[in-house]
């Protein structure tokens, strides 16, 4: 945002200031929709206290919101502020590497599914957090190993400078199993799959705005959830929280 604008928005905004402050929603709304400031100038003149009202920009039909949204279903808790910079970061990172806004999105969406089955809520927002870091952002084939990182007691300034000097630039994101527990367990697309088929395959999905493992991955959970009595589900449930739970003590000691 440029001065000039920044000072002629202040100038629009701040007679209904005094007027709304009593209630955020009103006053975010005539700032957002009234006025035209966008969620990131407002943030930039210091509204973060508003930031709970922050709407998505995007309309409903954009594969942006559309990511967006699945991705704050997976979350223990989010907001729309950063779950835009990672949608916004990931259509930059599509138009760097000549690759698709809906593979690195659903990509992005594996990992995070990944981890949040795997670790407890604190983890998962350590990596959440890391698209803040200005140069920091996590590769979506890094997070898993982000969050492993984030469980050992790395901050998400760490994080992010673990990713900057390539240190999870090595990972590579399965399609099932457990990550750096089980490699035996794991698999790849390639190998079940010609390499040209799979390029096809995943050619027409983009275009649906979905990929091979965002599919791959929602019928895994439809199987698991069919197939597994829910009293097994259950007692698995449990043994990961409690896994969880003493991890945590163990790092407090």
């Not at 100038?11 to 009234?34: E, F, M, S, V, W």
């Not at 991705?71 to 907001?79: C, E, G, M, W």
């Not at 140069?135 to 084939?141: E, I, M, S, T």
């Not at 760490?158 to 090595?170: R, V, Y």
Request: overall charge negative; charged content about 30%; aromatic content about 8%.
């Amino acid at each position: 945002m440029t001065e000039e604008r920044a000072i002629g928005l202040l100038k629009t905004a701040i007679p209904y200031i005094p007027a709304l402050a009593g209630d955020r929603q009103a006053l975010y709304n005539t700032l957002h929709h009234g006025i035209g400031m966008t969620n990131e100038e407002l943030m930039e003149c210091g509204m973060e206290h508003l930031r709970d009202k922050f709407q998505y920009e995007w309309a409903a039909e954009m594969p942006e919101y559309r990511y967006a949204k699945k991705l704050d279903d997976l979350l223990p808790q989010s907001d729309v502020y950063t779950t835009s910079k990672w949608m916004e970061y990931l259509r930059e990172l599509a138009d760097s590497l000549e690759s698709s806004f809906a593979r690195e999105a659903a990509d992005l969406l594996f990992a995070f599914r990944e981890i949040t089955e795997e670790y407890p809520p604190l983890t998962v927002m350590k990596v959440y957090d890391t698209v803040h870091i200005h140069g920091g952002a996590l590769l979506p084939r890094e997070v898993i190993m982000a969050a492993a990182a984030a469980q050992r007691g790395a901050t998400v300034q760490e994080l992010s400078e673990m990713a900057a000097s390539g240190a999870f630039e090595n990972g590579k994101l399965p399609v099932i199993g457990e990550c750096a527990k089980s490699t035996d367990k794991m698999m790849t697309v390639e190998s079940v799959i010609h390499e040209y088929k799979l390029d096809a395959l995943e050619s027409a999905l983009n275009a649906e705005g979905s990929s091979v493992e965002d599919r791959m991955q929602d019928y895994l959970i439809e199987l698991y959830s069919e197939f597994v009595p829910h009293e097994e589900q259950e007692e698995i449930r449990s043994r990961i929280d409690a896994e969880h739970a003493t991890h945590q003590e163990m790092e407090m000691m």
